[in-house]
């Protein structure tokens, strides 16, 4: 059975950091691109970022600069870290595995950015 589990959502202050992880089992991970999307309330979910298997990263141009995407093979997670954080960051955040033919999603964590 193939679980992608996030954590590290949270509230924290504009101009703060998080940092998420998704979790991944019952794939073989170091064959799957992993990428990391958002949902904000009453919008469509969009791309934040994703990260091949060799490591090339593509960032969505609103998080560019603030945002930093890693992998580790070894601990099968994928991170995410956040600085800088916006209020129009706040949003539930997704994480994605793609590869061989298939396409798995997380149930989310939610990221609220307020003071």
């Known amino acids: 059975q193939v679980q992608l589990v996030e954590s590290g959502g949270g509230l924290v202050q504009p101009g703060g950091s998080l940092r998420l992880s998704c979790a991944a089992s019952?794939?073989?991970?170091?064959?799957?691109?992993m990428g990391w999307y958002r949902q904000a309330p009453g919008k469509q979910r969009d791309l934040v970022v994703t990260?091949?298997?060799?490591?090339?990263?593509n960032y969505a141009d609103s998080v560019k600069g603030r945002f930093t995407i890693s992998r580790d093979n070894t601990k099968n997670t994928v991170y995410l870290q956040m600085n800088r954080l916006k209020s129009e960051d706040t949003a539930v955040y997704y994480c994605?595995?793609?590869?061989?033919?298939?396409?798995?999603w997380g149930k989310g964590t939610l990221v609220t950015v307020s003071s």
């Open positions: 994605e595995a793609g590869g061989l033919g298939m396409d798995y």
């Open positions: 019952g794939i073989n991970f170091r064959f799957y691109a």
């Open positions: 990260i091949t298997t060799w490591g090339s990263t």
